[in-house]
């Protein structure tokens, strides 16, 4: 990889970054559950991305990096799933409350 390639590649991620700071403030807070529900599948791209750039790694560097975005890949799917079904036990009809019966 040479210098421009890095650079362009640095570029890129800095741009998504504050695209992504820029999208993400301006969501209203009742929707950020909704959002991170399905956001699970894009969440699945990157730890496939993260396998694919494992495995053309070929530095110490390289295999760090791979993993910390695989770590935290899979720490976002976990998360939206629990936030997810958590989110889907609120609306679950509740069981009625039994009476109390003196004896």
Known sequence: MNDLDLLTAVTVFVLS????IEV???VPATLHTPLMSGSNAVHGIVVVGAMLIAAGAHTWVGYTLAFVAMVFGAMNVVGG????DRML???KARPPAREKTEV
């Open 17 to 20: 970054v504050l695209v992504g």
């Open 24 to 26: 993400i403030s301006k």
């Open 81 to 84: 799933y629990v936030v997810t």
């Open 89 to 91: 036990r609120m609306f």
